[in-house]
């Protein structure tokens, strides 16, 4: 890549302010593009400038409408490539699908390794994104991708708690690695939930592992969807006798009923990124901005400077 003189940005409709702050740190202008629909709905992409022999960073989430997003990315990148734009970074703080990364039962789609496929055919040079639900996901891609790790938000966040009284809990199995990592960093002990999941959104708590008795409890996980299982997690801890729970979460869906759960649960406070736009969330939930992850990354990668330098 050249430098950040011949890097351009640019940002699809999904989060917009995100893409603004990212701008600001990188200090360039986001670029003009005008997104529309047809009649029919057809997505419809005009580019207001010349990007030909740009790097084209383009900050795109696919979070809900996530098919609405996915296919708007897809044909912004598309355009950028035959407007002979050198290279299209996709800049994708949440990857959607990325929890059907494997058949879990026979006939199941691998939803996730599609996507990979459909950014790479569109055009992608290089994916970043953020805390995927499975880190495999990278294996999916014959691409360049850069996998961030949000833990260093919220450790700015706790860095002043008191590690004897504090634990970081797993709400299950598969998020430990996560939870471990942040627990280490915060220099707290880690407690574990392990659920079972009948059906999709569906979560049954059968075991508990770990000590969170008169702790501060926090409950450290990457997605928060219909909030179910966030709230039956707090609900055992709770019975555990900790007291007082947080919540943190990279990405917050709050799919269908999930703030109104959140609300009359023993949570007393929730952070989230922004790595899905939200507005005039109550005050039980705090956002905490991660364009400075995402700015200095992009200049790394400009630089050629190392990026896992940021999460050691």
Do not use: W
């Not at 990364?101 to 990979?116: E, F, Q």
């Not at 999709?200 to 409950?219: M, P, T």
Request: proline content about 4%.
């Amino acid at each position: 890549m050249g430098g950040m003189d011949e890097i351009k940005l640019f940002s699809g409709s999904s989060n917009l302010p995100l893409a603004e702050k990212i701008a600001e740190y990188i200090n360039v202008k986001l670029g003009k593009m005008e997104l529309g629909r047809f009649a029919d709905g057809e997505v419809n992409v005009r580019i207001g400038e010349t990007v030909r022999g740009y790097d084209v960073f383009l900050v795109q989430s696919t979070n809900p409408p996530v098919n609405e997003n996915l296919m708007e990315l897809l044909i912004m990148i598309d355009a950028f490539k035959r407007a002979s734009a050198r290279s299209v970074v996709a800049v994708i703080p949440y990857y959607g699908y990325a929890r059907q990364d494997r058949k879990a039962r026979g006939r199941d789609p691998i939803s996730a390794k599609l996507v990979a496929n459909l950014l790479t055919t569109a055009g992608a040079s290089r994916i970043i994104t953020m805390d995927l639900h499975s880190e495999q996901i990278q294996g999916f891609f014959d691409i360049p991708l850069d996998n961030l790790q949000s833990f260093p938000i919220f450790l700015e966040k706790f860095k002043n708690c008191d590690r004897a009284e504090t634990v970081v809990v797993s709400p299950d199995i598969g998020g430990v690695k996560r939870a471990s990592k942040f627990a280490e960093k915060l220099g707290v002990s880690l407690a574990i939930l392990d659920k079972r999941r009948p059906k999709d959104n569906v979560a049954e708590i059968v075991n508990f592992i770990g000590d969170v008795e008169g702790k501060i409890a926090i409950i450290f996980d990457d997605i928060i969807d219909t909030a179910r299982s966030l709230v039956e997690s707090a609900k055992v801890v709770e019975r555990m006798g900790a007291k007082k729970i947080i919540a943190c979460a990279t990405h917050a869906l709050f799919s269908g009923e999930a703030i109104e759960r959140i609300m009359d649960s023993p949570i007393e406070k929730v952070y989230i990124t922004d790595t899905i736009h939200h507005e005039n969330l109550p005050d039980k939930f705090e956002i905490l901005t991660i364009s400075r992850l995402f700015g200095e990354t992009i200049m790394r990668i400009v630089n050629n400077l190392s990026v896992s330098i940021l999460f050691r």
